[in-house]
């Protein structure tokens, strides 16, 4: 165990940080596989609900929504004090203890206890892994890098992210395939108990390797302020960041809802269904947020290719409203893994756009908390409006994922509409300093 004195990263020796790197980022891809398990699973695990007795045939949708919509509410209320709880609390403590109750809330959600219990978990999960352990993924990134080395280690972040997710992720899908002849609930319940072992693993890690570091508490300039809020609150580039990550964000977890589409219209193998979506939600991550960093840096704008790309969002979206549920199945795949390439890309680069927009250092904090704030509101509805969409059309999936990509495609064109603004505003800004 590491002893008591404070560590700087040059104290640290290069395999030390790495591993912390490594440590970090895996996490970040795990910490949030139980809530997020509909995802990639939402027919198994609605099987499990419903042999458990949690949902019926005709509302296990809106079930899973509201399940997702627990947890969004939760975290949506954490997500700014997750920040200044990061810069009170050392990162090694918020670490093995945010691993820790995630991984004993997960063995409990294993059990398929009432539906009562089940929401519970959730909302817990929502304290668990936003207001204990979000703020710490990349203030561990920067503890463990110098002053030149952060940009390197957290795009190395992003791509050990998205390894750890595309192997977990198809060792997933094989576990739930194996054991689906085992009953409903049998598979979903297994794969709940590896994902809590390997969150406790995590947990253990943590405590043991994460030093405590020198200039972590309280290391933000000034610390939380009112002052801080209003300043923020004032600066129109905020505001139009903020509402340009709400339909981006809306639009980039809609693309999940090509899960169901695959399963219920397109009538997909469910051995395709889920190498689709496991790509798509883990594997894409390692090519395209870095891809579309590179293209914002080379055209000198994020917002020019929010709204460049978001368009091409929308006409996809718009494409899959009309694509018959005949379709080849290799297109299809295509289709969802572009959308999600194009929708993974633009996610990634929205909260540039606080730096595109020239917003001060010493407020960055404030304002990347306002944005989570705002930005993230899409997880506490769209799950629970999309599901009763399904639910009630009732045998016509595909009108419903109709209406669903309908409502998808009109967010991509706001977000579009958001991102011009934005250039807008830092245009005339740029014009009146000019003139000053």
């Given at each position: 165990m590491l002893g008591s004195a404070e560590r700087k990263a040059s104290d640290l020796s290069a395999g030390h940080r790495i591993f912390l790197l490594i440590l970090v980022s895996i996490g970040s891809s795990i910490i949030y596989t139980p809530a997020y398990l509909q995802y990639v699973f939402e027919e198994p695990l609605g099987k499990a609900l419903i042999?458990?007795?949690?949902?019926?045939?005709?509302?296990?949708?809106?079930?899973?929504?509201?399940?997702?919509?627990?947890?969004?509410?939760?975290?949506?209320?954490?997500?700014?004090?997750?920040g200044i709880v990061a810069d009170i609390v050392r990162v090694r403590t918020l670490s093995w203890v945010g691993f820790g109750l995630t991984a004993l809330l997960t063995f409990w959600y294993a059990m398929f206890p009432s539906l009562?219990?089940?929401?519970?978990?959730?909302?817990?999960?929502?304290?668990?892994?936003?207001?204990?352990?979000?703020?710490?993924?990349?203030?561990?990134?920067?503890?463990?890098?110098?002053?030149?080395?952060y940009s390197r280690n957290i795009g190395l972040s992003y791509a050990f992210y998205g390894l750890a997710g595309l192997?977990?992720?198809?060792?997933?899908?094989?576990?739930?395939?194996?054991?689906?002849?085992?009953?409903d609930i049998i598979p979903m319940r297994t794969l709940l108990f590896i994902l809590g072992g390997l969150i406790m693993v995590l947990a253990v890690l943590s405590f043991f390797f994460i030093p405590k570091f020198e200039g972590e508490i309280g290391s933000s300039e000034g610390g939380f302020s009112v002052k801080q809020i209003g300043q923020v609150l004032a600066n129109p580039v905020v505001w139009l960041a903020a509402a340009t990550l709400f339909f981006v964000y809306f639009f980039y977890t809609g693309v999940n809802q090509t899960t169901g589409y695959m399963n219920k219209v397109m009538m997909l193998a469910p051995a395709v269904v889920t190498m689709v979506a496991t790509v798509?939600?883990?594997?894409?991550?390692?090519?395209?947020?870095?891809?579309?960093?590179?293209?914002?840096?080379?055209?000198?704008?994020?917002?020019?290719?929010?709204?460049?790309?978001?368009?091409?969002?929308?006409?996809?979206?718009?494409?899959?409203?009309?694509?018959?549920?005949?379709?080849?199945?290799?297109?299809?795949?295509?289709?969802?893994?572009?959308?999600?390439?194009?929708?993974n890309g633009v996610f990634g680069i929205v909260s540039s756009q606080l730096t595109e927009g020239k917003v001060a250092p010493a407020v960055f904090g404030t304002a990347s908390g306002l944005l989570?704030?705002?930005?993230?509101?899409?997880?506490?509805?769209?799950?629970?409006?999309?599901?009763?969409?399904r639910d009630a059309a009732g045998d016509a999936q595909e009108s419903a994922f109709h209406q669903i990509f309908m409502i998808l495609g009109g967010a991509a064109l706001l977000a579009a509409v958001c991102a011009i603004a934005l250039v807008v505003v830092i245009r005339i800004r740029e014009k009146k300093n000019v003139e000053a």
């Amino acid at each position: 165990m590491l002893g008591s004195a404070e560590r700087k990263a040059s104290d640290l020796s290069a395999g030390h940080r790495i591993f912390l790197l490594i440590l970090v980022s895996i996490g970040s891809s795990i910490i949030y596989t139980p809530a997020y398990l509909q995802y990639v699973f939402e027919e198994p695990l609605g099987k499990a609900l419903i042999a458990s007795g949690g949902a019926t045939p005709e509302n296990v949708a809106t079930t899973l929504g509201t399940l997702l919509s627990a947890y969004a509410m939760t975290a949506l209320v954490c997500y700014l004090p997750s920040g200044i709880v990061a810069d009170i609390v050392r990162v090694r403590t918020l670490s093995w203890v945010g691993f820790g109750l995630t991984a004993l809330l997960t063995f409990w959600y294993a059990m398929f206890p009432s539906l009562t219990t089940i929401r519970f978990l959730f909302v817990a999960m929502g304290v668990t892994t936003i207001l204990i352990w979000w703020g710490i993924r990349y203030k561990l990134v920067r503890l463990i890098s110098d002053e030149n080395g952060y940009s390197r280690n957290i795009g190395l972040s992003y791509a050990f992210y998205g390894l750890a997710g595309l192997i977990l992720g198809f060792f997933n899908s094989w576990l739930v395939a194996h054991l689906a002849s085992r009953g409903d609930i049998i598979p979903m319940r297994t794969l709940l108990f590896i994902l809590g072992g390997l969150i406790m693993v995590l947990a253990v890690l943590s405590f043991f390797f994460i030093p405590k570091f020198e200039g972590e508490i309280g290391s933000s300039e000034g610390g939380f302020s009112v002052k801080q809020i209003g300043q923020v609150l004032a600066n129109p580039v905020v505001w139009l960041a903020a509402a340009t990550l709400f339909f981006v964000y809306f639009f980039y977890t809609g693309v999940n809802q090509t899960t169901g589409y695959m399963n219920k219209v397109m009538m997909l193998a469910p051995a395709v269904v889920t190498m689709v979506a496991t790509v798509r939600t883990y594997g894409i991550s390692l090519v395209s947020a870095p891809f579309f960093g590179w293209v914002a840096e080379k055209v000198g704008s994020p917002s020019r290719v929010i709204a460049a790309a978001s368009l091409l969002v929308a006409v996809l979206f718009a494409g899959f409203a009309v694509l018959p549920s005949g379709a080849n199945a290799i297109l299809t795949a295509g289709l969802v893994i572009l959308l999600a390439f194009i929708a993974n890309g633009v996610f990634g680069i929205v909260s540039s756009q606080l730096t595109e927009g020239k917003v001060a250092p010493a407020v960055f904090g404030t304002a990347s908390g306002l944005l989570s704030v705002i930005g993230f509101l899409p997880d506490t509805f769209s799950y629970t409006w999309f599901g009763s969409i399904r639910d009630a059309a009732g045998d016509a999936q595909e009108s419903a994922f109709h209406q669903i990509f309908m409502i998808l495609g009109g967010a991509a064109l706001l977000a579009a509409v958001c991102a011009i603004a934005l250039v807008v505003v830092i245009r005339i800004r740029e014009k009146k300093n000019v003139e000053a």
